[in-house]
């Protein structure tokens, strides 16, 4: 979806995806009172943001491994830190 389309309650159960998320949310902003509309509304936005934002990354690593790419972002990698954990774990003789 757009990010310049508004968030309505509609779009919200768009882009939660899963049938149980959706049904989730949709009970709690019918059961809310009408001072409580706003927070839950809001609380379900943040989710289904992040969901949209996490899918678009997702999209992005794939568009990166088909062009044959290492995905986008910085990444860190353990292996080293990994290696000097087992080292220092084995040391003590505990592994």
Known sequence: MSSEQPWTIERICASLGA???TQRFLTEINKAPAHELLPVFAKWERVA???ESSLADKDEFVAAARRGEDPPGEWL???ERMRQATEE??????A
């Open 19 to 21: 049938p149980t998320l």
């Open 49 to 51: 943001k992040d969901i």
């Open 77 to 79: 990698d353990g292996d």
């Open 89 to 94: 774990i084995r040391s003590r003789g505990v």
